[in-house]
Structure formats: C-alpha cells, structure tokens
C-alpha cells in the first residue's frame, strides 16, 4: 500500500486498522486498565479482617517470593513504588552522591528521579532503533571516547566525576540487547542496575528480565501489567544486598522485640499488607495475562503489516516480550505535525493513544545534564505511538 500522503490520510489508515482489532470505541477504551478478579476481594478482605492492613504481615512476605519467583531472582524487597525501589536499589549497590549514572534519554522521568533522589547526576545516552533500550554498541565507543580509569572506578575524563552505574530500561516490555550491556559493563567495570519496571514476566533469551542486573527493579503502579495499586520490589540474587535494601527501607531498625534502635538513617518504603496482598492475588494472573497480550500485539502486528504509513513495533531477537504498551512506529520522516493529528484524531474518536514520554535530556532542569549522542533516540520520539494494550483487549470477538 502507498505511503499515506497527508495527516489525515494517515490517521484514516491508523482508525480502519483499529476498528478491525478493537472494534467500535463507543466507550472510550483506555490505554491500559487495571483488571481484579474475587481473589483480590477476598486477600484484601482478609487484611481488614485481621487488622494486618499495614508494614507487616504475611502477605508481604508470599508477595516477595512470588515476584522473586517469576523473575528467576533469589530475592525480592516490596517497597512502596517502583521509584522508591529504582533509588534503594541504587543506594545499596554504592551510588554515592556525585556520582554519574547512564541511563536513556527515552525513559519515563522515574529513572532520572531515583539517581536525583541520591544526589547523582543522570548521563543520557542513546537507544537502539529495534530494541527501544540503550545502545551497548553507541555506549561502548561513546565511553571509550569520554572514559578514564580512576583509583575506584571508570571516570568522565569532562566532569571528572565518577561513572558507577549503567540502568538498561526495557521499553514498554521489550528487553534490551542484555549480552552486549554486559560485554560493555565488564569493559568499564560499570554496575548494572536494571530498571524492569514494565518488564514484569519479559524475557531475554529464557530468562528473566530484572534477574540480570547487581540488582532489577518491578513497578506495581496501577498501569503496570499487574497492580498492587503502587508498589515497586527489588530484585537480587545477592543475600547481603537484598537484607540492606530491606533493612534500609524499614526506617533501618534493628529487630528487636521491643527495643527501638536503628544502625542509621533508613526510610520508611515497605509496601503495606494491604496493597501486597492485592498483588499475590495479581501474580497468579500474570502467565495468563501476557499471554493474552500477545494475543493482541499479535492481532496489530497482522492489521498492520501491509500499512506503509507505520509498523507496529515488535519483540526484538532473543526477546520475548511482556508486551505492556503496544506501540506504533510511524514511518521515517514522519512530522510532529502528523504525530500530533493521529494522536489527536485517535483520543476524540474514543482509542486512548499518547506519545512517548519527553526525553529526559529534553526536560529544563536536564539542560545541563551531561549526554552522549542521542541521535536515535531523537528520532523514535516523534515516530512512537503507545495504542490501547489491557490484557482483556484480547478477547473482543474482532
Ligand atoms: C512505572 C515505571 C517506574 C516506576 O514507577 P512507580 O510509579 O514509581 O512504580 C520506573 N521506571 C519506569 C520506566 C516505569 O515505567
């Protein structure tokens, strides 16, 4: 088919495609809603019926091995947002304040929050046009240019501050090209944190995202694939990273049974009873739940494999994806002008579409931010259109 040749030409083709997979919107359909089922009713209930509604209480503790369990990790620390957890997480592998830490420009603000949180400076690099996720190839020629070796560690040979850490971020699902990120970490003896925040249940080659850092991080935020209402959990195999991350984020107390003696500064971010107890009830439901949006990413991937004007973005080699936001990826050269007809014609006809997050080097208070070429990046911002992506999306009879 031909290239769409005005805005609104592109949008037409974009509303036929979706009609045939979702159907008429004569509902709004969200980009992604919540789904519970009785099981949530009954764990909740069952918090407010034994008064263990808060920090502690047994459902956090089946909460953390359940994540743990599915994200082939030894370990897993419930906290109150998969923010708090990007920020412990980084705290206890020894981010020190003033330290430089990697991360893409095309992410959601909440990875260059947590390294403010510690008082580090976000470096922006660039991604890959088929993963979404940061470039190994472009980071490893970009720190070989700006990179020297310090007494503890890599340094940036321009600020002449410390690199420590390198946060991959799996983009709406789709791992990262995780071999080369770990050729380029033991190159520069960076460590890897990885931010999994919407790669709860993806995998790379067989295994786990968020298992393959010094440390992962999972988002339970109510638009995540499922839902504590907020909720983060840290991921290790480490005992001893694992134990700190937890004993720091209840307010570092020394247990005792009545004693209240705390070793240092802690914070007060263990996920409550309540809202971990609503997450046990999602777990059981995640097997189903991706393999029903493969379904649907599957079902976009046919209705639009003969547009000329977009593809939709599909799990890169070696990956298999969660696919939590199904996106569009709107052909080379396409306008901001256009992007924003499309964006603007799909919301008032009832489909919930949003572009991708700003980039981070692209916010006022990044103007000073340090940053590698982000060229690639640059270029997918204008082109990605997120689509409606909830689980049950699959089973409409279209
Ligand atoms: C959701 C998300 C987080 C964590 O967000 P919370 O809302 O704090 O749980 C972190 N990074 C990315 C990329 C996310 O999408």
């Given at each position: 088919?031909?290239?769409p040749?005005?805005?609104?030409?592109?949008l037409?083709?974009?509303l036929?495609?979706l009609s045939c997979?979702l159907?008429p919107?004569?509902k709004p359909?969200?980009?992604?809603a919540p789904?519970?089922g009785?099981?949530e009713k009954?764990?909740?209930?069952?918090?407010?019926?034994?008064?263990?509604v808060?920090?502690?209480?047994?459902?956090?503790d089946q909460?953390?091995?359940?994540?743990a369990?599915a994200?082939?990790s030894?370990?897993?620390?419930a906290?109150?947002?998969?923010?708090?957890?990007?920020?412990?997480?980084?705290k206890?592998?020894?981010?020190?304040q003033?330290?430089?830490i990697?991360?893409p420009?095309?992410?959601?603000v909440?990875?260059?929050?947590?390294v403010h949180?510690?008082?580090?400076?976000?470096?922006f690099v660039?991604?890959?046009?088929?993963t979404?996720?940061?470039?190994?190839v472009?980071l490893s020629s970009?720190l070989?240019?700006?990179g020297?070796?310090?007494?503890?560690?890599?340094?940036?040979r321009?600020?002449g501050?410390?690199i420590s850490?390198?946060?991959p971020?799996?983009?709406f699902g789709?791992?990262?090209?995780?071999d080369?990120?770990?050729?380029?970490a033991?190159?520069?003896g960076?460590?890897v944190?990885?931010?999994s925040?919407?790669a709860?249940?993806?995998?790379?080659?067989?295994?786990?995202?968020?298992?393959f850092g010094?440390?992962?991080v999972?988002?339970?935020n109510?638009?995540?694939?499922v839902?504590?209402?907020?909720g983060?959990?840290?991921?290790?195999d480490?005992?001893?990273?694992a134990r700190r991350?937890k004993?720091?984020?209840t307010t570092?107390k020394?247990?005792?049974p009545?004693?209240f003696?705390?070793?240092?500064?802690?914070?007060n971010?263990?996920l409550?009873?309540?809202?971990?107890?609503?997450?046990?009830?999602?777990?059981?439901?995640?097997?189903?739940r991706?393999?029903?949006?493969?379904?649907l990413?599957q079902?976009?991937?046919d209705a639009?494999?003969?547009?000329a004007?977009?593809r939709?973005?599909s799990?890169p080699?070696?990956?298999?994806?969660?696919?939590?936001l199904?996106?569009?990826?709107?052909?080379p050269?396409?306008?901001?002008?256009?992007?924003?007809?499309?964006?603007e014609?799909l919301?008032?006809?009832?489909?919930?579409?949003?572009?991708v997050?700003?980039l981070m080097?692209?916010?006022?208070?990044h103007?000073?931010?340090?940053?590698?070429?982000?060229?690639?990046a640059?270029n997918l911002?204008?082109?990605?259109?997120n689509?409606?992506s909830?689980?049950?999306?699959a089973?409409?009879p279209?």
């Amino acid at each position: 088919m031909a290239r769409p040749r005005t805005d609104i030409e592109l949008l037409a083709g974009v509303l036929e495609r979706l009609s045939c997979v979702l159907g008429p919107a004569d509902k709004p359909i969200p980009l992604h809603a919540p789904e519970f089922g009785d099981l949530e009713k009954e764990l909740v209930t069952d918090c407010i019926n034994t008064g263990w509604v808060s920090s502690v209480g047994s459902y956090v503790d089946q909460f953390e091995r359940d994540v743990a369990a599915a994200c082939d990790s030894t370990y897993g620390v419930a906290v109150v947002n998969g923010t708090a957890a990007l920020e412990l997480a980084l705290k206890v592998v020894g981010v020190r304040q003033g330290d430089e830490i990697l991360i893409p420009t095309l992410t959601f603000v909440a990875t260059a929050n947590a390294v403010h949180r510690l008082g580090a400076i976000p470096h922006f690099v660039d991604s890959a046009e088929d993963t979404l996720g940061l470039d190994p190839v472009a980071l490893s020629s970009y720190l070989r240019d700006i990179g020297k070796p310090g007494p503890d560690g890599l340094y940036n040979r321009k600020s002449g501050r410390r690199i420590s850490c390198v946060v991959p971020m799996h983009v709406f699902g789709h791992p990262v090209d995780l071999d080369g990120l770990a050729n380029v970490a033991d190159e520069f003896g960076l460590m890897v944190v990885e931010d999994s925040a919407e790669a709860l249940g993806s995998r790379y080659k067989g295994r786990a995202c968020g298992s393959f850092g010094r440390l992962g991080v999972v988002s339970f935020n109510g638009n995540k694939i499922v839902t504590t209402g907020g909720g983060g959990v840290i991921l290790s195999d480490d005992e001893a990273l694992a134990r700190r991350a937890k004993h720091l984020s209840t307010t570092a107390k020394i247990p005792h049974p009545w004693a209240f003696e705390h070793d240092e500064p802690g914070y007060n971010y263990r996920l409550p009873n309540l809202n971990a107890a609503l997450g046990v009830a999602q777990m059981g439901q995640l097997d189903q739940r991706i393999e029903k949006k493969r379904v649907l990413a599957q079902r976009y991937a046919d209705a639009f494999a003969e547009f000329a004007g977009a593809r939709m973005f599909s799990e890169p080699t070696a990956a298999e994806s969660n696919y939590w936001l199904n996106a569009l990826v709107l052909a080379p050269g396409t306008t901001y002008a256009a992007r924003n007809v499309l964006l603007e014609g799909l919301n008032v006809a009832g489909y919930m579409a949003r572009p991708v997050w700003t980039l981070m080097h692209k916010l006022p208070f990044h103007s000073a931010s340090p940053r590698a070429s982000l060229k690639v990046a640059e270029n997918l911002e204008q082109r990605i259109v997120n689509l409606p992506s909830s689980a049950n999306l699959a089973d409409l009879p279209y």
